[in-house]
């Protein structure tokens, strides 16, 4: 196999062993775009092929027939490509069936090759991907256990200025709660400026730790979330690294439940149809924070069980939590939190507007107070 040569110096990053990792269904259209950008990556171990495993399941148009024919052209010359062909039983037939298959394969292939600290990285068979986008996360993972991409949303030349303006919207409530956490409790291994996303459109990991923390859970939906919490209760860090993004497709018929696409469908009928959009209010996210943050405090002091019970935590808790047990205070609050918010019900929510101006109005008194 030939090797792709850079078109630029992009930063350097690790020569680390890793393994692309898509699940794909029906995707005949989009997916060898993403395989061509996987063939263009750059700033990265320019001297051997870049491993990719795709899993193609349930397809009904010919999805992987195209894989092996853009193969075949030597389009993807600079990858070593492991096509998995799958049908699964219809009540397994999901995205969390899929990855699960798919970065199974990618840790088996590594631990083959004696790398079982090799890095996995998943994003979807829709994505678009910058040429540094391996590179990227490799650097990210340098401090930290997990790398989270942001999520870019593409539009693919079919733009509605209305929908953009929503979009753009919605994306300052989440900034404006990254702003309070900052102002609170900022986490030490995620600085900003940071996003804060991490879904499977851009995760990256080592192989050795996802095994240990029993891999990918099979679930319909939230897959990808749940592995990042499963990280993060073993005490591993997650960043938000800026330098990682993916554009991630607009369509509003998807392939995964509750997927992106979902959340396309109803940001789109907000806009037509004037549907409520409704997200926490700021209240919700102060408390949360600064519950966090005296957890944080309360592990870092010794976790006195009777500083822990006033913050909420009984006796079946500290059991389930087992605070001897966690290797640092990440692990402590991952696993304290969990236990609180499953008694806390439902946040409370309102309209976008009441929100973003609730959380504009909060960051405003906080700069004020720490000026003051």
């Not at 209305?162 to 956490?181: I, K, P, Q």
């Not at 030490?188 to 879904?199: I, L, N, S, Y």
Request: hydrophobic fraction near 45%; aromatic fraction near 4%.
């Amino acid at each position: 196999m030939t090797t792709a040569t850079p078109t630029s110096a992009p930063k350097s990053a690790p020569n680390s062993a890793a393994v692309v990792c898509i699940p794909a269904r029906n995707e005949a259209e989009r997916l060898p775009r993403l395989l061509r950008a996987l063939a263009a990556q750059h700033g990265y171990a320019e001297d051997a092929p870049l491993k990719v495993v795709v899993v193609v399941n349930n397809c009904t148009d010919g999805t992987a027939e195209t894989v092996r024919a853009l193969d075949a052209s030597g389009a993807l010359a600079t990858l070593a490509l492991r096509l998995i062909e799958a049908t699964f039983a219809t009540d397994e037939a999901h995205v969390g069936t899929a990855r699960r298959r798919a970065l199974d394969a990618g840790a088996a292939w590594l631990e083959d090759e004696g790398a079982p600290d090799g890095v996995l990285l998943t994003t979807d068979a829709d994505a678009r991907l910058a040429p540094g986008w391996v590179a990227a996360n490799l650097r990210a993972l340098e401090r930290a256990e997990i790398v989270g991409g942001r999520l870019v949303i593409d539009d693919e030349g079919a733009a509605d200025p209305a929908l953009a303006t929503f979009h753009a919207r919605v994306e300052r409530y989440w900034s404006g709660v990254r702003a309070l956490e900052d102002a609170l409790d900022p986490p030490p291994h995620d600085p900003a400026p940071r996003h804060g996303d991490h879904t499977g459109g851009s995760l990256a990991l080592r192989a050795s730790l996802y095994r240990a923390v029993g891999g990918l859970p099979v679930l319909p939906r939230g897959e990808d979330n749940a592995l990042v919490a499963a990280v993060q209760r073993a005490g591993g860090r997650l960043r938000h690294c800026p330098d990682v993004a993916v554009q991630v497709s607009a369509r509003t018929a998807g392939r995964a439940e509750g997927g992106m696409a979902t959340e396309m469908l109803r940001r789109a009928r907000v806009v037509r149809d004037g549907e409520a959009y409704r997200l926490p209010v700021a209240a919700h996210w102060e408390t949360v924070i600064l519950r966090r943050a005296a957890l944080r405090r309360a592990y870092r002091e010794g976790a006195d069980p009777a500083v822990l019970r006033g913050l909420g935590l009984d006796a079946d808790d500290l059991a389930a939590i087992d605070v001897a047990a966690c290797p640092n205070d990440i692990a402590f609050v991952e696993r304290a939190h969990a236990r609180l918010e499953a008694r806390d019900g439902a946040a409370p929510e309102c309209g976008l507007d009441e929100a973003l101006a609730a959380l504009e109005h909060r960051a405003a008194a906080l700069r004020r107070d720490r000026a003051a």
